[in-house]
């Protein structure tokens, strides 16, 4: 790692002076310069070239679990751990759909709010002073004909769409 900052900044600063700061030898330092590169490096920047190749024919939308499935099928066999590992290391990363949130209030209107009379004061002098409501809504999810029998033994009818019936 040492080297590698000596080489990228041996045009701005002398190599005897970063070496002596970092506390390796300028020996050393030229021996690695001369040195070739590891089969493992090799082979890493030819996996990392074919990655990109499939991230890019993905339109960007693969992530390591899919581009090590097509990998197994070019018949390529490389763990899926070493691909998400150069993928992060190289800053390659799969375009995810933007997070669904369910908003439940719409303050964007011309309606009148209601004032807030208690101001987050919930104490009460005495009682019956202070009255606080709240009404929750969540998407019902049953399925046909739970929704179907539920609603016409209990309440008289089939559940609507949206929350426009009298709460009294």
């Not at 310069?33 to 339109?59: K, W, Y």
């Not at 763990?79 to 375009?95: K, Q, T, V, Y």
């Amino acid at each position: 790692m040492s080297f590698r900052f000596i080489e990228d900044h041996r045009d701005t600063y002398a190599v005897r002076l970063m070496c002596a700061v970092l506390g390796v030898s300028a020996a050393g330092y030229y021996a690695w310069r001369e040195r070739p590169a590891s089969t493992r490096t090799t082979t890493n920047a030819a996996l990392l070239a074919s990655i990109r190749q499939v991230h890019q024919d993905s339109g960007g939308r693969y992530g390591s679990p899919r581009i090590h499935a097509a990998m197994q099928a070019q018949g390529r066999g490389i763990s899926r751990g070493r691909i998400e590992r150069l993928m992060h290391r190289h800053g390659i990363r799969a375009i995810m759909a933007p997070l669904r949130r369910v908003r439940t209030t719409d303050s964007r209107h011309g309606l009148p709010i209601a004032p807030n009379l208690i101001e987050r004061h919930f104490a009460a002098a005495a009682p019956n002073r202070i009255w606080l409501a709240d009404i929750t809504y969540s998407a019902p999810r049953p399925t046909v004909g739970e929704a179907y029998d539920w609603n016409a033994k209990e309440k008289g009818g089939l559940r609507k769409k949206n929350m426009t019936c009298s709460l009294l």
